[in-house]
């Protein structure tokens, strides 16, 4: 069983940035890679990135490249969305989730996660 728990939502200015943190717990031994999902209030749930695999291989949706970082600290057991020049349109709530064993990222969207978090709100807003 793994636990998901994400940090880090908070409202800011457009042009702003924020810091979400996805803290992981239980079993992570066949944990293979982390996805960030966003949704926005009326809209479906989308992929924002992931990273995963040995060499924490990276990917982002076309609309975060250049914007969000996404990382991992493996000693703590964390993984980090770093999103600066925030726009309003990234509003929504945030979402990490875990896939273990074979994994498969495109367009920033995780497939088939096995656990999820409970999510975290972030609004862009002046």
């Known amino acids: 069983q793994l636990r998901l728990v994400e940090s880090g939502g908070d409202t800011v200015q457009p042009g702003g940035s924020l810091r979400l943190s996805c803290a992981l717990s239980?079993?992570?031994?066949?944990?293979?890679?982390i996805g960030w999902f966003r949704q926005a209030p009326g809209k479906e749930r989308e992929g924002v990135s992931c990273i995963g695999g040995n060499y924490d291989s990276t990917n982002y949706r076309d609309s975060v490249k250049g914007r969000f970082t996404i990382s991992r600290d493996h000693a703590k057991n964390t993984v980090y969305l770093q999103m600066n020049s925030l726009k309003p349109e990234d509003t929504a709530v945030y979402y990490c989730a875990a896939r273990l064993n074979a994994w498969h990222c495109e367009r920033g969207a995780l497939y088939d996660p096995n656990y999820w978090g409970q999510g975290t709100q972030v609004t862009v807003s002046s």
């Open positions: 239980g079993s992570t031994s066949d944990l293979e890679a």
